[in-house]
């Protein structure tokens, strides 16, 4: 999607990440100001990224489109680990900063901190077990035609017809032969609107074989 395309609300919230990345650069760089008031800034400066990014996740669990309440749940948990660092990040900062006392350890910003990963993996778990499995395996197939073409700086990439032959020397072992079958005659196909044997980008390939 070009950024053209994005809506007023996504351009908002780039611009927004992008100032919000300077500012810190530019505070860790210039270090303005007395420690007190350096440390005092950075601690509250770090809870805005996770709690934005809390509510994005749960304000999309609730209102966005979700295949299956898996997915919904999964975004929920996702939201629900940001909120739990956020929270932490605040108890760190109320006793650091407001209070200017040592932070207990173990203490309440803990629980916070390691609520992150509960959360987190419960949710990322959610949401890849609810991709059903052959499009899990369709991914897979794409990305390996992928890998196989592009060049990487240690070795130039294969062409068309040797990544077409490593996909059918490997159905019925690393690639299900089924969707095996139909990746290449979706590469025929496009091959033949080519007309030729050129390298092909590995997005029009995933493209190709939806």
């Known amino acids: 999607m070009s950024f053209f395309n994005w809506s007023r609300a996504q351009r908002a919230v ?3 990440s992008v100032l919000y990345a300077a500012v810190f650069v530019v505070m860790l760089i210039l270090r303005p100001g007395s420690r007190t008031f350096y440390d005092a800034f950075f601690n509250t400066y770090q809870i805005f990224p996770p709690l934005f990014a809390g509510l994005c996740g749960v304000a999309y669990a609730r209102h966005g489109r979700h295949l299956n309440a898996s997915r919904q749940m999964g975004w929920l948990l996702i939201g629900a680990g940001c909120l739990s660092y956020a929270v932490g990040q605040s108890t760190w ?3 650091e900063s407001v209070r200017g006392v040592e932070v207990p350890f ?3 910003a803990d629980v916070g901190y390691l609520g992150v990963f509960p959360f987190l993996l419960s949710g990322v778990i959610l949401l890849f077990n609810s991709t059903h499995v052959a499009g899990r395996a369709r991914l897979l197939l794409a990305d ?3 890998a196989m073409t592009t060049t990487r700086p240690y070795r130039k990439g294969l062409d068309w017809e040797a990544a077409l032959e490593g996909i059918r020397a490997n159905s019925g072992t690393q690639f299900d032969p089924g969707l095996a079958r139909a990746f290449l005659r979706a590469a025929a196909a ?3 609107t080519l007309g030729g044997l050129s ?3 590995g997005e029009e390939m995933r493209r190709a074989a939806a």
């Open 14 to 16: 780039v611009a927004r």
């Open 93 to 95: 900062t109320y006793y």
């Open 106 to 108: 173990p203490g309440w």
């Open 144 to 146: 390996a035609f992928s």
């Open 190 to 192: 496009r091959r033949a």
């Open 199 to 201: 390298p092909v980008d």
